[in-house]
Nanobody, 115 residues
Framework: QVQLVESGGGLVQPGGSLRLSCAAS????????IGWFRQAPENQREFVAR???????DYADSVKGRFSISRDKAQNTVYLQMNNLKPNDTAVYYC?????????WGQGTQVTVST
């Protein structure tokens, strides 16, 4: 079964860190562009970060300098390291794998930043 599974979300205080994982099964992530998006209640889904098959990374301005995306080919997993988290980072975070016309979304993981 082809799927992406996110994990690593949770409740964290402002200034804290989390590392999200996006694990693929049923296919190899190597040549895919992998993106992270997030959606807060009553908001549209928005771009957070992406890494291309060649390793080029890109970030939304709101997370630059705080978030870092990386691949582990051996684990067939992409990570999103999130540091210095803020309350407005609270959202459901989704990963997506894109290769040509193929688009595969994960089910999402909740991140809540609150005291």
């Amino acid at each position: 079964q082809v799927q992406l599974v996110e994990s690593g979300g949770g409740l964290v205080q402002p200034g804290g860190s989390l590392r999200l994982s996006c694990a693929a099964s049923g296919f190899t992530l190597d040549y895919y562009t992998i993106g992270w998006f997030r959606q807060a209640p009553e908001n549209q889904r928005e771009f957070v970060a992406r890494v291309s098959g060649g390793g080029t990374t890109d970030y939304a301005d709101s997370v630059k300098g705080r978030f870092s995306i990386s691949r582990d080919k051996a684990q067939n997993t992409v990570y999103l390291q999130m540091n210095n988290l803020k309350p407005n980072d609270t959202a459901v975070y989704y990963c997506v794998a894109v290769l040509g016309a193929t688009v595969i979304w994960g089910q999402g993981t909740q991140v809540t930043v609150s005291t």
